[in-house]
């Protein structure tokens, strides 16, 4: 079955540190790609997203591009900040971005001033 | 656009009672809307899929007899947690997808936090 794996955290970094949250799938087909962020107390919110190979996603300063030949889709940002502290979940949807969902377990990112 | 509600936000219950979480989309019509559960620090597990007007579609191992999903109209669906025990304690979160406008987009709420005593 469709799978999603994402690094383990928590992550801590300072602030203005460069980040990476590494994230691969295992899926049939051609799925569309996700990343979604929570901030505590709260739901989800779709953070980027890809729905093919070699597409990049930004938003806030964010980006992730859809490798097939790699199956990844890792998350990166230049110089994070205290309130990017959250946690990041790595998503596929195999049926276009309207469907059922497969989550990775989450990576708990820390930033310090 | 694409808001979806959930209420109540927070919830307290005794063991043994019944506790019904509303998902609404507030400015769209939502075709199928999803139930997640969320446990302490984890990811969310998919519990069931609902379409308007028919049956929810449930995951495997989850007791449809326990989680009641009811689909009323296309911006309304409600699960209701039946005599609820203190495992049952988690946040469930809704989302729903629209084919308006010539999408076809999920989107979430902003989560219930069930706390059974």
């Known amino acids: 079955g469709n799978s999603v794996t994402q690094m383990e955290g928590p992550v801590t970094l300072s602030e203005e540190a460069f980040l990476t949250i590494n994230c691969t799938y295992t899926?049939?087909?051609?799925?569309?790609l996700f990343w979604y962020v929570q901030y505590p107390g709260e739901g989800l919110q779709l953070l980027l997203k890809?729905?093919?190979?070699?597409d990049k996603g930004s938003n806030k300063g964010f980006e992730a591009t859809y490798r097939k030949e790699t199956t990844s889709f890792h998350l990166e940002k230049g110089s994070v900040q205290v309130s990017d502290s959250a946690v990041y979940f790595c998503a596929l949807s195999d049926k276009g971005y309207g469907q059922n969902f497969v989550f990775g377990p989450g990576t708990r990112l820390s930033v310090l001033p | 656009g694409a808001v979806v509600s959930q209420h109540p936000s927070r919830v307290i219950c005794k063991s043994g009672t019944s506790v019904k979480i509303e998902c609404r989309s507030l400015d769209f019509q939502a075709t199928t809307m999803f139930w997640y559960r969320q446990f302490p620090k984890k990811s969310l597990m998919l519990m069931a899929t609902s379409n308007e007007g028919s049956k929810a579609t449930y995951e495997q191992g989850v007791e449809k007899d326990k989680f009641l999903i009811n689909h009323a109209s296309l911006t309304l669906s409600t699960l209701t947690v039946t005599s609820a025990h203190p495992e049952d304690s988690s946040f469930y979160i809704c989302s729903a997808r629209t084919l308006d406008r010539g999408l076809n987009e999920q989107f979430f709420g902003p989560g219930t936090r069930l706390t059974v005593l």
């Open positions: 890809a729905t093919k190979a070699d």
């Open positions: 899926a049939t087909g051609y799925p569309s």
